[in-house]
Structures are given as structure tokens and as C-alpha cells.
């Protein structure tokens, strides 16, 4: 059981827009700490894709976004496309374990 | 370029050891945080440990806390997972990371993993 709580799937058509959720609680989201995400392709080592909750690293294209809000945050990418399908993990720190720690992960299939 | 490459991976039976490396290049590697993290086959990433810039801080995850060792070479830029005791449950990919801060920031790259595979 992780400390951060995705959805296993999410799904969606080329061209159109998907959430991922990432839920936590007052000891990590919510305390203010930062909610990084990364993308995982299938059979390669996880990439950043989002950093600080909304910052973009160079090279990342804008149709992915990120957002945080109480002890939830969110990665929208809109505008699907093949290349898009791999599985999307958020991270954070916990102050009561005094760890990192990463949501379940989340698998895109684009449809 | 930033460039992380593990190695050291391999089959070791129950309660043995097994020592981890991780070659960077491209960045000036005394002024980075670095870290470990694993995935178990057909699961989800894992943070094991984190070691400051200078080697003088480590932080290790609850489930690797006394059996395993993380240091750094900044003569060589390497970093290192000294692993014993190992367990059944530590079979996994390792992937060395870079941080730009001990515990807060991002791990803004990774290494392409070296799997670990703990069977008698």
C-alpha cells in the first residue's frame, strides 16, 4: 500500500486530454511538501517530467501539466498521443516516515 | 550530457552481499545529492537511500535501514550501494539518481538500472 494513492489506469484516445491523481494526506501533500512526477516507458528508467508540483524540465513539452492542491495533485497532459503510453508515478516526502516516497504508479493506454 | 551508468547487479543467494556502483559524468558531481531507488519486478519505484553532496549525511528507507550502505567516491564520481544481508523482497532493478537537494527536490535524472536478483 503506498503512501501516495493513484488510479492503477488511466485511458484515453489520441488527441484528447487525461488526468492522473495523486492522493495524499497531511504528512506529505499536504504539508506542503513538493510533488515531483516521472514518466517510464515501457523497459526504460523513469524520466522527470514535472518538478515542484507545476515546473517543467527543458525538453519536456508543454501538453503535460501539473498542479497542486490541498493533499491532492494532479498531472494533466493533454493532446494524447502513442508516444504518451508508459507509466506515470508522482513523489513526495513524508515527515513521518522521514522519506521519500512515490504513488503506486499509473498506467496510460492510449487508445 | 548528464550520464549515469550502474552496474554491479547480479544472483546472490539469501543473506549474501552484493556492492552496487553508479559512474557519473557531465555534472559536477560534489555538488549534487544522490540516490538510490528500486523496482521490484512488475511493481513501483521504491526510495532506498540518499547521500549528501559531501558524503557527510545519508538517509536510507525504513526497509533497507542496517543492512544496507550508501558512499561516494568524489575523487572518481561514483556512488556506491553496499548491500548485506539481503533478502528475497530486495530483488528488484536499482537505479542510481541525482538530487538536487537531500531530501525535497526531484530526482531530475537516472541511471538505466542494474537488476539485483536475491534466489538460492
Known amino acids: 500500500q503506498s503512501v501516495l494513492t493513484q488510479p492503477p489506469s488511466v485511458s484515453g484516445a489520441p488527441g484528447q486530454r487525461v488526468t492522473i491523481s495523486c492522493t495524499g494526506s497531511?504528512?506529505?501533500?499536504?504539508?506542503?511538501?513538493?510533488v515531483h512526477w516521472y514518466q517510464q516507458l515501457p523497459g526504460a528508467a523513469p524520466k522527470l517530467l514535472i518538478y515542484?508540483?507545476?515546473n517543467r524540465p527543458s525538453g519536456v513539452p508543454d501538453r503535460f501539466s501539473g498542479s497542486k492542491s490541498g493533499t491532492s495533485a494532479s498531472l494533466a497532459i493533454t493532446g494524447l498521443q502513442s508516444e504518451d503510453e508508459a507509466d506515470y508515478y508522482c513523489?513526495?516526502?513524508?515527515?513521518?516516515?522521514?522519506?521519500?516516497?512515490f504513488g503506486g504508479g499509473t498506467k496510460l493506454t492510449v487508445l | 550530457e548528464v550520464q549515469l551508468l550502474g552496474s554491479g547487479g547480479g544472483l546472490v543467494q539469501p543473506g549474501g552481499s552484493l556492492r552496487l556502483s553508479c559512474a557519473a559524468s557531465?555534472?559536477?558531481?560534489?555538488?549534487?545529492?544522490m540516490s538510490w531507488a528500486r523496482q521490484a519486478p512488475g511493481k513501483g519505484l521504491e526510495w532506498v537511500s540518499t547521500?549528501?553532496?559531501?558524503?557527510?549525511?545519508?538517509y536510507y528507507a525504513d526497509s533497507v535501514k542496517g543492512r544496507f550502505t550508501i558512499s561516494r567516491d568524489n575523487s572518481k564520481n561514483i556512488l556506491y550501494l553496499q548491500m548485506n544481508s539481503l533478502r528475497a523482497e530486495d530483488t528488484a532493478v536499482y537505479y542510481c539518481?541525482?538530487?538536487?537537494?537531500?531530501?525535497?527536490?526531484?530526482?531530475?535524472?537516472w541511471g538505466q538500472g542494474t537488476l539485483v536478483t536475491v534466489s538460492s
Open positions: 539518481a541525482r538530487t538536487a537537494s537531500t531530501l525535497f527536490s526531484s530526482f531530475d535524472y
Open positions: 557531465g555534472f559536477t558531481f560534489i555538488n549534487y545529492a
Open positions: 547521500l549528501s553532496g559531501g558524503g557527510e549525511t545519508t
Open positions: 497531511s504528512s506529505n501533500i499536504g504539508a506542503t511538501y513538493d
Open positions: 515542484d508540483n507545476s
Open positions: 513523489q513526495s516526502y513524508d515527515s513521518s516516515l522521514s522519506a521519500r516516497v
